[in-house]
């Protein structure tokens, strides 16, 4: 029964607090909006991010920070955090509540040598410590240089490479210019080709009609000097010869 009763208060908590996550994350969106910026990046303004102190927290007394003198300075002044430790310490030894027995002596005993320990290796221990922390720090400073340069130089590689993708762009389209030059002067030099072929047979053509009308124009004359010949009588070519002679002998007589 004292475990199902438990169990079942554990339930209504968790129900309570689910309630209250909700609905306060309900009324509050625009802050976490604002934590980022509104862009989906982290606010750096209002929550920069977490730095490593270089140094440690200044202390009194060896061991008591200083922000808790701070504290009580604002309440009770520069004397009231060592009236409080001096009150308190007196309190509690006076009430018993800290028993001063052998172990007191001994924690004692430890704490003189603690802080003669700290006063007088801590220093060094100190120096050794922040030598350890600096090749540390410049192991992995150099690590993220190296990793930067390194992102630096694919970087320029990458936009190299694009340039080279770029020229390499244009001298496709060179090539494909010059193959077109190239089909155009395989298609001029075809048609050339075509034209002497063709420009040879119409010669050869008339060439050989030429020929043919020679031909034909000398078996003409001939044709016809032989008819004229065959119907010529010898006395016809008699008197055609003394008429000749009769004509010259005029001419010779004019001149």
Not at 101 to 127: C, D
Not at 190 to 196: F, G, H, S
Not at 207 to 212: A, D, G, K, P, V
Request: net charge positive; charged share 25%.
């Amino acid at each position: 029964m004292l475990s199902r009763a438990s169990l079942l208060t554990g339930q209504q908590q968790s129900r309570i607090l689910a309630i209250t996550s909700r609905a306060a994350a309900q009324q509050c969106p625009p802050a976490a909006g604002a934590a980022q910026g509104g862009s989906g990046e982290r606010d750096l303004v209002n929550f920069p991010r977490p730095v490593r102190l270089a140094e440690p927290g200044k202390v009194r007394l060896g061991f008591i920070p200083e922000e808790w003198f701070q504290f009580f300075y604002k309440k009770t002044g520069v004397t009231g955090p060592y009236a409080f430790g001096v009150g308190l310490t007196t309190y509690l030894c006076s009430k018993e509540i800290y028993v001063m027995e052998h172990e007191y002596y001994t924690g004692l005993s430890i704490a003189v040598m603690a802080y003669i320990a700290v006063t007088k290796f801590g220093p060094t221990i100190s120096n050794y410590a922040d030598k350890e922390i600096e090749k540390y720090e410049n192991s992995w400073k150099q690590g993220r240089e190296t990793e930067i340069s390194s992102l630096n130089a694919a970087i320029k590689d990458e936009e190299k490479s694009q340039w080279q993708a770029e020229g390499q762009q244009l001298l496709i389209d060179a090539k494909r210019e010059n193959v077109a030059l190239q089909l155009e002067a395989a298609y001029r030099q075809r048609l050339m080709t075509a034209y002497n072929e063709v420009k040879r047979r119409l010669d050869y053509q008339l060439e050989r009609q030429n020929i043919e009308n020679k031909i034909a124009q000398k078996h003409m004359i001939s044709w016809v000097v032989s008819k004229v010949k065959a119907s010529i009588t010898p006395d016809q070519d008699k008197a055609t010869i003394n008429k000749c002679i009769d004509d010259l002998s005029k001419l010779a007589a004019k001149a």
